[in-house]
């Protein structure tokens, strides 16, 4: 496969061409343009510094400035071209650009072609000079020279704007037709730039590249394909159109293929393979989703794919360009399979080329023919261990694209086994790529959590934000499996606490399942002998470690807490955890402190409920999806529920005590306040803490289920809804209107329900009703029923109507069913 | 097509560089030194395919490059261009320097910039490939180059005549031509400095 290497050499004594002394005497001898460019490289190759060069060059652009100045001399080509070796080393050239369009105005050709030069370096499209050469460019495009028509399209073509484009487009038609050869194949790439710029002149060229088919100039031709390529994937319209030229340019290909050695065109034994590339690309434009076009090729590409020699670049170019044509058209079975061939034999090739181009063209081709595919993923498997990193990619990407319900385990294996030895910059890459094939097809659920602790242990640095809630929501719904899942993470714990994402799912399981943990009998894994004081000390070292960051401080004091409910002995322990962060610097770790010293102190009756085992979390809930929005209402809520939690312990007592005599009985938990619900409690992170805040899912609004009235007196009616049942519970909507003359103001509803029953009261959306019934008033109440007793509730409603207080009880025997 | 075509050396100093989008000057460098960076890193025996930087457009362009001695020459492509066939056409690109300059080395490139620039103007248009016949490219860029010398030739013409003219020294010119009854009163014309 060696092709030949031309030897390069670097060395000053070899030319003598370039020494100080024949320089100085080519300088004298004629005026040739490039001595004095040559002279100033010399100078500025021999400063020894950065600084020095910086000077030198300085000192010449100064030179060069003066020079530009002045009136016409002879050299003022010398100096652009001067000018444009320092803009290649990095220095600012703008002051050359007045003198380009200068030079490209001069009737002299060394002059011209300078100037055209620069104009492509210096000027683009943003750049007001640019315009000023249009009308030089529009001369130079009739030239009787041509050259310099050459040297105005090629610089039209390289940073034509669309102003320019629309300008001279004419003029180019007109050359794509009646010129000599040299000039259209210029013209038919001009033309593409144009196209590329102002796409409606498109239907200008057609006809013209039509006619240029039949050109016999190899040149030309390559530029008429590549021009009817861009038109035909910007028109379909033109398309339609040219799928006519199918069998000549079916014609050329075969003239191409099945001709003898022409030397002209010869790379390597292929008779012009860039020609044959481009036509087939075009065919397989053509071709596409096209049933007429694709028959009339099929033989064609039968006979490239069966004749063309790939030992050589040249020739796999070509037979890597067919394969993707044949999977691209509508060609029948037996072409396609041999063009998968083709491929299962490029992927065997030594050429480490030759292997990328092939998974290259697999990876364009998994999609539709699943199965080729899957017949190779033993050599693409060994590709991932390849030490080119490009080919580690290639291999990546497709390995990802072949995972299956079937290979699951066995590619999932070699997966986990690259992430360990991968390149950095493709890691998190193939940590999201491991997660979505393990959503989809994992066989077990203990499978994928081990999966997922895996990634994590290896590149937990890498992987994305969501990974941590998504964990937890897995883990939740793996009921069974919690005791395994909290012995493998604790082990994790305890070994390294650096990797974020690990260490916030594990103290999260720990603060859940902690009482699995200390029990010590596991049937899935060895147990472990694990003391409270083991299980504190690992959360502890987390939170005083400076390698956690805030939010894993967050989710390790909340462990702890939720702890206090689930050990025995060390619950001193924790409180006095918990009372000296409530002094600690962040912000964040000192609210939670403090509000669970409150919960301790003035609330240990609710502790208990509050710290309860979660409920599974549903992952297609609303509070999932909207994660911010959320999470950020909640923030918003905390604050009205603890001073609702301040302002009605200042009620008078006995009004509480009223209640309790109602229902009959002392000790009745009844939650007159709305209680801070262990879902605020729960890891709120300040980023994603959506989806755990699901049993929000309550506050949803939902289009008008039926309202049963509940209370009508004195203008203000009392209605509920019930937005949500389960077996074990509901959530209910009050909402109160006014159709009185005045406000209602100071309105508040408490409820009181039977035993057993746990309530839970939002904050309601206000405390003044309109008058005229022009707003309203909601309040949402959240029911949890375990036991099953049938649901009563009473609730009282008291408000300040035109001055005067009124106050009344309503009992409630019976709840409307939902819509739903 | 193709975005970019960089020629650098073994250190990274820059020794053609032709960008066919247009990115401001910072940026270029920029490029050529992210490309330098991504290039210097690989093996011998890699593949010559390298993913390209964040600045050239990241993952839908490719850099593909090869290694010549002491030079590396790099073509920046997007998704539309046959990959193998653009390491054919660097082949071309180089084997055409190598015929117009005899035998072709560094120093070449160092000395005659804008000549390899009019070498590249006859393959790469616009960022298309135009012309890839080797024999047909050096033909044209021979006729150019003649006529580039016979316009040094003639340029040089106006203003050595110029310079001759002033040089000359007229003698004084007489003010009255008598020649028999003829009598030419010669105009008083300025000295012809």
Known sequence: ??????????????????????????????????????????????ARTQGEERGVIQRECAAIRAQFRQADNGTRSHNLAKLLYVHMLGYPAHFGQMECVRLIASPRYNEKRVGYLGAMMLLDENQDASLLITNSIKNDLSHSSQYVQSLALCT???????EMCRDLAPEIDRLLRASNSYIKKKAALCAVHIVRKVPELGELFTPAARALLSEKNHGVLHGAVVLITELCERNIDTLEQFRKVVPELVQIMKGLVMSGYSPEHNVAGISDPFLQVRILRLLRILGRNNDTASDSMNDLLAQVATNTDSSKTAGSAVLYETVLTVMDIKSESGLRVLAVNILGRFLLNNDRNIRYISMTSLQKIVQTDHNAVQRHRGTIVDCLKDQDASVKRRALELSLALVSAVNIRSLMKELLLFLSSCPPELRAHTASGIFNAAERYAPSQRWHIDTILHVLTTAGGDVRDETVPNLI??????????????????????????????????????????????????????????????????????????????????????????????????????????????????????????????????????????????????????????????????????????????????????????????????????????????????????TSGGDLLDLLGGLEVTPAPPCVKVYEKNGVTLKLQTD????????????????????????????????????????????????????????????????????????????????????????????????? | MIKAILIFNNHGKPRLSKFYEHYSEDTEQQIIRETFHLVSKRDENVCNFLEGGMLIGGSEN???????????????????????????????????????????????LIFHVDKVHNILAEMVMGGMVLETNMNEIITQVDAQNKMEKSEAGIAGAPARAVSAVKNMNLPEMPRNINIGDISIKVPNLPSFK
């Open chain 1, 1 to 46: 496969m060696a092709e030949v290497m031309l030897p390069l050499w670097f060395s000053h004594e070899a030319k003598e061409l370039y020494s100080n002394q024949s320089i100085q005497e080519a300088a004298d001898q004629d005026m040739s343009p490039s001595v004095r460019l040559q002279e100033m490289i010399r100078v500025i190759r021999g």
């Open chain 1, 156 to 162: 039209l073509a390289c940073m034509g704007s669309a």
């Open chain 1, 473 to 686: 929501q897995l883990i939740t719904t793996a009921t069974d499996l919690h005791c395994y899942t909290v012995h493998k993470l604790y082990r994790a714990l305890v070994t390294d606490i650096s990797v974020q994402s690990l260490v916030q799912v594990a103290c999260w399981c720990i603060g859940e399942y902690g009482d699995l943990l200390l029990t010590g009998e596991c049937e899935e894994t060895e147990p472990v002998q694990v003391t409270e004081d083991d299980v504190l000390d690992a959360l502890e070292t987390v939170l005083q470690s400076h390698m956690s960051s805030p939010a894993t401080r967050g989710f390790a004091l909340t462990a702890t807490m939720k702890l206090s409910t689930r050990i025995t002995h060390n619950v001193d322990r924790i409180r006095s955890i918990v009372s000296i962060y409530g002094s600690c610097i962040d912000v964040e770790l000192q609210q939670r402190a403090v509000e669970y010293n409150a919960l301790f102190k003035k609330y240990d009756h609710m502790r208990a409920a509050v710290l309860e085992r979660m409920p599974v979390i549903d992952k297609s809930s609303p509070g999932h999806t909207n994660g911010e929005s959320a999470g950020g209402t909640i923030k918003e809520m905390e604050p009205t529920k603890l001073t609702n939690e301040l302002v009605l312990p200042k009620e008078p007592a006995n009004q509480v005590c009223d209640l309790l005599d109602l229902l009959g009985g002392p000790g009745e938990p009844l939650h007159p306040t709305p209680a801070p619900s262990n879902t605020v409690k729960g890891p709120v992170m300040s």
């Open chain 1, 724 to 820: 949500k049942q389960t077996d074990t519970g509901m959530n209910i909507t009050l909402t109160a209107t006014n159709s009185t003359e005045a406000d209602i103001t100071s309105l508040t509803l408490q409820a009181a329900v039977p035993k057993s029953v746990q309530l839970q009261m939002k904050a309601p959306s206000g405390d003044v009703i309109p008058a005229h019934g022009l707003g309203l008033v909601t309040q949402t109440v959240l029911l949890n029923n375990p036991n099953k007793v049938s649901l009563k509730m009473r609730v009282r409603v008291c408000y300040t109507s035109q001055g005067t207080l009124c106050q009344d009880m309503v009992q409630i025997d019976s709840f409307p069913s939902p819509t739903w």
């Open chain 2, 62 to 108: 490719k850099l593909i490059y090869r290694h010549y001695a002491t030079l590396y020459f790099v073509f920046c492509v997007d998704s539309s261009e046959s990959e193998l066939g653009i390491l054919d056409l660097i082949q071309v690109f180089v084997e055409t320097l190598d015929k117009c300059f005899e035998n072709v080395c560094e120093l070449d």
